[in-house]
């Protein structure tokens, strides 16, 4: 049975490899395409731990391989995963307290998209080994001016990874997420 989180549910994970797979669809096909796009920080304090731990779409891996992305949907057509990502939870570096999975739209001032106009926006989590889906956080509020959201965050606790359902929106880009989430380089 799947688990269906709320916003703010905290479930523990209880996995080795996880699969996390993301969905969208546009409400509308017509104008520019809606080409939303998954980035991972992997965070210690709040910042991403170092140059290379900041998986987006031109950084398709971890440098030790435990958090990988996989292709860029376009266009988000088509029902289940659009973009997936894959997370060796037994691999992570020890100094990674945090995963934080957000969702940003390409060219969202360009193109006068937000999330009030994507559906059906969701983040599942499956176990690798088996397909067998954990659980899934739909998110159910209009983000109407909003262009990216955090989805959700795999973290620590204790020697157990859970994930929190966060469904939190902003409005920003991708650039948005970077300056968040880097810690200024010193030098
Ligand atoms: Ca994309
Ligand atoms: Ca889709």
Redesign the pocket.
Known sequence: MVLNLKKGQRVEVGLRKVRLGL???PNSTSGAPFDLDVSLCLLQSGKVVEDGHFIFYNNLASPDGSVRLEGD?LD?????D?EVAHVDLTQVASRVEEILVVVSIHEYEERKQNFGQVR?SYIRITDESNGTELCRYELDEDFSIESAVEFGRLYRKADTWRFEAVGRAFNGGLQYVVDQYYAVSEG
């Open positions: 969905g969208w669809n949907s988000g057509a088509g029902d289940g659009d059906n």
